[in-house]
Nanobody, 121 residues
Framework: QVQLVESGGGLVQAGGSLRLSCAAA????????MAWHRQAPGKQREMVAV???????NYADSVRGRFTISRDFAKNTMYLQMNNLRPEDTAVYYC???????????????WGQGTQVTVSS
């Protein structure tokens, strides 16, 4: 029973920065993996960045070098630092978490409701 709540979205000019936060409430912050996904109008949802409970990270090619994903277990919060934003980064950004729950590899997955990021040219 975990609810993920995103915050930090907004309107910025190209070249600017935003820091998104994803707060987990209702249970322990013990997801195996957490990630940021985004969906732009008329486009498929895409993975932006992933971080495991051990701290390993992976990034989409389109954001590598500009975005940084991190987790703060003490604060039960995940972050996405977005620098050098581009208009093509405009999308609704979603926080996700998953956890393996049995030896067969079944997972539970939770999604936040999303936060809008708009980058103007």
């Amino acid at each position: 029973q975990v609810q993920l709540v995103e915050s930090g979205g907004g309107l910025v000019q190209a070249g600017g920065s935003l820091r998104l936060s994803c707060a987990a409430a209702g249970s322990r912050f013990d997801f195996d993996n957490m990630a940021w996904h985004r969906q732009a109008p008329g486009k498929q949802r895409e993975m932006v960045a992933v971080i495991t409970s051990g701290g390993s990270t992976n990034y989409a090619d389109s954001v590598r070098g500009r975005f940084t994903i991190s987790r703060d277990f003490a604060k039960n919060t995940m972050y996405l630092q977005m620098n050098n934003l581009r208009p093509e980064d405009t999308a609704v950004y979603y926080c996700t978490g998953d956890k393996v729950v049995n030896v067969e590899g079944a997972k539970i997955v939770r999604w936040g409701q999303g936060t809008q990021v708009t980058v103007s040219s």
